[in-house]
Structure formats: C-alpha cells, structure tokens
C-alpha cells in the first residue's frame, strides 16, 4: 500500500511537471489594445460610416451608379472596423446611428458642411467624394502609424485599396483635374497612374 501510494505521488508530480512544461512551450500570448488604438479604431469606425452616408445621400440626389457602388464598398469598409471593435471589446460609435449622424463632432460638422456642397451641383458632388477618399487615404496613413497588430493593419491595408479605386473613379468623372488637399499631388499622382487595383476581404 505504502508504495502504491509514492508511485501515486510520482505520477501526480509527473502529470503536474509535463502541464507547467506545455504552458511554457506553447504560451497564450493576448497583446492588448492601446488607447490609442482604440480611439484609432472608434474614429475610422465612424469615418468610413461617414463616407457610406455622404454617398447615399449624393446617389438619392442623382441617381448616378458610381456613388452607389461605393457607398456599397464603404459599409463593407466600416463593418470591416466594426469586426476589429467586437474582437477588442470597444464600444461602437456608430452603433444606433442613423444616416448622417455621429458621435464625432468633427466628422459630424463636416457632413453638415459636405451635404450643402454636394447638394450644390453633380460635379460638386463628385469633387467631394475625391476630397473624402482623400482625407481617408492621409488618416489611415497616420492611424497605421500608431500599431503594429497584423490584424488592424490588413484592415488598414484593405481600407486603403479601396480608397484608392475610389478616388480613381471620381476624379475621372470630374470637369476638371482635382488638387490633393490631404496626401501629397505626387502621392495621389502614383495613384491616379496606376489601374484597379483587387482589394483584400
């Protein structure tokens, strides 16, 4: 009975042994998320729902396709932030939010602002959704900037594909040729060059 009972303890010490062995071979490793980060996210959230709505609302003013195809492209943009918020835990801004309404002041007074000039002419409109693709492709460049999770920056990467076909496809609809306001004129020169591209999920 006695040595029943070492071998028992043995084996109890052994089995205890090889668990703490496979926790260190084989560590879960959460990176939390910063605050920066997360203000990064909950802004981008908001910003790509912002695009969404100026194109809904210049499409139901003209009917014109290309500001439905790419208010389509840019609720995939913000569902795609929205992936990212759940899988961290933040709290979305966007959530209960109708059409043309946030939680960011500034994005808020800047769709009171764009509304009047898209409601202004076609062109206007069109220039407008230049300048927002515009505005996207400097911010996501700064928000890039302040991570080095994999997961943000494909959403980042994807984000900035499409921006890209974007503003391509306004600018070329223009009467006349469209000044970089937010990226560089070489910057948006390379891309304005270049063909569509076939963006990430």
């Known amino acids: ?60 003013k003209y009917n014109h396709m290309m500001f439905s195809h790419i208010s389509s492209s840019e609720l995939t ?28 002041k500034e994005l808020q007074d800047l769709y009171n602002q764009f509304i009047v000039t898209v409601d202004s002419s076609l062109n206007h409109a069109i220039y407008i959704g ?5 505005m996207d492709l400097k911010d996501i460049q700064r928000l890039n900037a302040n ?6 920056q494909t959403v980042y990467t994807n984000l900035t594909c499409g921006s890209k076909n974007h503003i391509r496809s306004f600018v070329s609809k223009l009467d006349s040729p469209y000044i970089a306001q937010f990226i560089t004129q070489e910057e948006l020169d390379i891309i304005l060059a270049a063909g569509h591209e076939s963006c990430g999920n």
Do not use: W
């Open 130 to 134: 230049a300048t927002i693709e515009d």
């Open 77 to 104: 943009h913000t569902n795609a932030v929205l992936g990212l918020l759940n899988t961290y835990g933040i709290a979305d801004p966007a959530a209960n939010k109708p059409e043309g309404v946030f939680t960011n």
């Open 1 to 60: 009975m006695k040595n029943l009972l070492i071998i028992a303890a043995f084996t109890v010490l052994g089995l205890t042994s090889c668990s703490k062995s496979d926790n260190t071979n084989n560590p879960t490793q959460v990176v939390p998320i910063t605050e920066q980060e997360k203000t990064d996210l909950m802004f981008l959230r908001e910003e790509e729902k912002f695009a969404h709505d100026v194109y809904v609302y210049a499409y139901r």
């Open 147 to 152: 991570t080095t999770k994999a997961d943000i």
